[in-house]
Nanobody, 120 residues
Framework: QVQLVESGGGLVQPGGALRLSCTAS????????MGWYRQAPGKQRELVAA???????NYADSVKGRFTISRDNAKNTVYLQMNSLKPEDTAVYYC??????????????WGRGTQVTVSS
């Protein structure tokens, strides 16, 4: 099991910015990928952005050019810089990690989520 601690959510006006952080801990041998998903009320959870161990990234079309995902491998931490926020970005944002543990098993774990609200 991998434990994830998220931070950085909050209330921001349209056009504003927020930075989310997520740190993974546990019996981790290597993290293969980390990502951010979001779920708005009444909607399914969707991928926002992900970054693999290689450094390759992918983004939802709706956030391209506004959000940037990055990773600090030494700290097992992933960041999501969100700029030019829109009301439709309002959601609970969840961190996800795919990892190989020292036990040899794999982990695919989620954080508890952090609320992002974009409103004037």
């Amino acid at each position: 099991q991998v434990q994830l601690v998220e931070s950085g959510g909050g209330l921001v006006q349209p056009g504003g910015a927020l930075r989310l952080s997520c740190t993974a801990s546990g019996n981790i041998f290597i993290i293969n990928a980390m990502g951010w998903y979001r779920q708005a009320p009444g909607k399914q959870r969707e991928l926002v952005a992900a970054i693999r161990n290689s450094g390759s990234t992918n983004y939802a079309d709706s956030v391209k050019g506004r959000f940037t995902i990055s990773r600090d491998n030494a700290k097992n931490t992933v960041y999501l810089q969100m700029n030019s926020l829109k009301p439709e970005d309002t959601a609970v944002y969840y961190c996800n990690v795919e990892a190989l543990l020292y036990s040899g098993s794999t982990a695919d774990d989620w954080g508890r989520g952090t609320q992002v609200t974009v409103s004037s």
